[in-house]
């Protein structure tokens, strides 16, 4: 067998005995190419259920009630391409393995129970465009590497416990559309090297504990159209040169220590979604 494919049907336990069931049949098939099982309620222990397969290219088994650890099996799938296993059980960390996954271009394994910090061997995912990693317990820094992935487009980090200053090398993600890191445990300010994302279309930042002013340089962002540094911190004035950013439908920054007047935020089109309250203090 070289290709399973059973998502989005209403399956739950386990597959019919002619096939196997799941925890014992995927693991001796490794001439899989391609593995579907997303969108039903399957269930079994993913540390156990597959084995090494060398030509697999994507396997997705979200939207089941899959639990147990990731398996460092999967780093040996030298060719995956895609790995989607999302609103499961899954526990435990991200094995160091994963930095074999040289061909990787999307990982999605969010809303699931995955703890610890983000291995550095992460950064070796040089062709990765999309990480989705929100609603997990992860915690920790986010890791320097984290800016070696040249070709990434989309980047969720929101829901976790990631806690301490965002790295610098964020900045270094110069094809990246969409950030959020909001609903963490991030602190000092947020990083003026932002500005190099000249590509951004959607910034959330909000809930966290970033202090200091709103950095001026965001306004560097000229593709940006949203804007979310709600429920944080933020104290000083609000930057002048929003009024520049003619490319912004919403701009949230409720919720924060902003000070004195709003009129930055005069001259910024009308149709622009603008939420202030509770910024201004007693000012």
């Not at 579907?36 to 156990?48: C, F, M, Q, T």
């Not at 088994?61 to 296993?85: D, Q, T, V, W």
């Not at 909000?206 to 159209?225: A, D, M, R, V, Y």
């Not at 000070?259 to 009308?270: F, H, Y």
Request: net charge negative.
């Amino acid at each position: 067998m070289v290709e399973l494919a059973l998502f989005s049907n209403n399956l739950n336990g386990s597959v019919p005995p002619s096939l196997g069931t799941i925890p014992k049949s995927l693991r001796n098939c490794t001439s899989l190419i391609r593995v579907r099982l997303d969108g039903n309620n399957l269930i079994g222990n993913i540390s156990k259920a597959f084995g090494i397969y060398p030509n697999l290219t994507f396997i997705y088994l979200s939207r089941n009630n899959f639990y147990g650890e990731i398996s460092s099996n999967f780093g040996e799938c030298p060719k995956l391409g895609a790995l989607n296993i999302s609103m499961n059980n899954i526990t435990g960390g991200i094995p160091c393995e994963i930095g074999n996954w040289s061909q990787l271009q999307a990982l999605d394994l969010s809303l699931n129970h995955i703890v610890g910090e983000i291995p550095k061997e992460l950064g070796k995912l040089n062709s990765l465009t999309k990480l989705i990693l929100r609603g997990n317990q992860l915690t920790g820094r986010l890791p320097t590497e984290i800016g070696a992935f040249n070709e990434l487009e989309y980047l969720d980090l929101s829901a976790n416990r990631f806690n301490n200053s965002v790295p610098e090398s964020l900045g270094h993600l110069l094809k990246l559309h969409y950030l959020d890191l909001s609903n963490n445990q991030f602190v000092q300010e947020l990083p003026k090297e932002l500005e190099k994302l000249v590509q951004l279309s959607e910034l959330d930042a909000s809930h966290n504990l970033f202090g200091g002013e709103i950095p001026f340089q965001i306004c560097s962002l000229k593709s940006l159209e949203k804007l979310n540094l709600s429920h944080n911190n933020l104290s000083g004035s609000i930057p002048n040169c929003f009024e520049g950013m003619h490319g912004l439908s919403i701009i949230d920054i409720s919720d924060n220590q902003l000070q004195g007047p709003s009129i930055a935020l005069e001259m910024v089109d009308t149709e622009v979604f603008i939420e202030l309250s509770y910024h201004l203090g007693k000012s």
